[in-house]
């Protein structure tokens, strides 16, 4: 049995709570928020011992680990102070607003040989596991490009302000939404070294975005894409949507199935044919302890207690990977503020990647020379792998 | 109870399986009219009861079997409460007390309990869960109502929680306002059993997916069946076909081996679909245990 402490009961601090204190080997120690009535509340119905204070909960809740589901602008100092007294670490994504205080987390824990996961949850989902399992074997051949999807209608009108909408928080559809397409593309493709074409948009927000598109550059040449919206109300909840496009077929992954084409050039995994495959959630997902609001927010916490339990599985989803994320994070808002870079009237001018002397010669404005110059020693930067992100 | 309940899944763009398949249906089920003569078909093949949620278009399908008294005499009702997304997309929007705002009938109830940060007290807990489902049912207003179930999503959360008097207060409110039987619906029924048990809940009306290949049953499929056998609730399946991973056949056929099943509630877009399981399901009853 380990002791564990919940800290923050907004929407998924309550359902963590939930799920933990229904884990066969987890003991619920203490609950943390700020806000008096709901702690009122669980104290007088469900025997939890509350705290409204964090420091003074860990330092006498005596917790194995605590999970942490607070705004983002609170993570860093908390999971830091946990971290420091020796406690295991589950933390909501994303991990800091800093992808510099993402890694400082990562250097902690791991010099403290600490458990540290973050809630990128669809890592656990059945169907994105396929996916990465089968681009792992090659299944595809050379993967070309990765488009990652993410709709839902979480922002449908201009009024309304929580943390979640503003962006100095940690909220906004970058963060809050965006987050998970981009963790899904590091998994699939690793660490891009560039993104271009980005446009963070609003359609009702005023202080942050409701949009994210943009595309990313990776190491062996593909390219993934992110198209994020989450103001968009044809979607019931958020729906996640993953296309891989390989020299020997393409796979289509969201959260109910796999969908997989195979060329006659691809090598056959078990249980697949060439052409089409479709395998569903009903088979590609393992059993819960306990269901709440599907099955991978389930797995990700057993994931977590397993690992803190000393049990040898692989760590999913540490700070590491998580920085990596928060990095990708900064550079898309970064590329957003370049605006536009090729416009119509230049684009004959500028579009070379040879070099300064196609520019020579001819009448080139200072907006469009700063462009050039930026994207010559991007691709070269690229082309040579140093493009430092 | 009658033996087969429809669902309403197939309406609101909910399907386990196929994310297109669930788009394509909300397409076609905008038109009230498509909803209504699946509706009919499933009434007219002796299917008069409806499991539905609170989605607001519910009170539409309300609307219409309200005007048609005559064509709709034996229909059914068994509200399953609350619509979750409404509730969740309000707590992402507006925060845990503004989403309790927003859906609470009298403000200055809430705003009474509030008032100057005093902790709530039980009877203000009572009267939040209360109000909550009395606006949820207010669309059902003059309709038949035997059964007042709770979603799985709020089910599991306050199992989970250990919140276990909530399940006690919504019992008695829908028993004594409604009438009503009180039904809880779960995809952790082993642990949920124990909780009503020790609420002293005698009894109860627990639905939870009940399939072959153990499908969203959590606490295992042997659980089940020892709860089953066991025989201290009053069982409906669900997902008895496993969002179409078991063929129609050998899903009911597994079914009706399992003891104690009472009814069982599946949804179908199609008026083929409809008879096809009201067939299989007459052929078991007829010759049951094959």
Redesign the interface.
Known sequence: MIRVGVVGL??MG??H???I??HPEVTVGAVVDS????L???A?????VPYSDYEEMLDSAKVDAVIIATPTRFHFEMVEMALERGIHVFCEKPLCLTSKESLALADIADRKSLINQVGYHNRFVGTFKEVHRLLEQETIGRVSHVLVEAYG????KAK?S?W?TRKSEGGGCLYDYAAHPTDLLTWYLGTPTAVGGTALGKVFSTETHDEVYSTLFFPSGATGQMSVNWSDESY??M?T?VTVWGSAGRIYA????CRVYLRDTATIPAGYTHGWNVR????LTD???????G?EYSAQLDHFVQRVMGRDIPSVNTFGSAAITDRILEMLTTDDSFGPTTFRDEASEVVSPTGSEQLNGRRVTRRARDVARRFRAASAAFRSGRLDI | MDKLLFGDNQFFGVNHMSEEKARAQAMRFQDLDEVMSVLASAYDAGITTFMCTTHGRVSEICDRVRSQPERFSDFTFHPCMPYAHKYANAVTEDGMLGALRKFMPDEGFLNAALRGGKSLAKKDIEGIITLLVDAEMKMFRGLPTPVIWLQNVVVDLLLGLGFDDAFRIFSDHVQQRYQAEPGFITMNLPMLLTTLRSVGLQNPLVCSNINKIGFRMSGGIQAYRDALEQHDFRAVAMSVFASGAIPPHEAIEWIFEQPNIEAIVFGASSRSHILSTRALVDEMVACPRI
């Open positions: 907004g929407k309550l359902s709570l939930a799920m204190r229904a806000t008096t009535y709901l009122d509340i669980l007088k119905y469900t025997a939890a209608p979480v922002v449908m309304g929580t979640r019931r909840k729906t949507q969201d959260r109910q199935e569903y959630t009903t088979e059993p819960v302890w306990f269901y709440l609001r099955e």
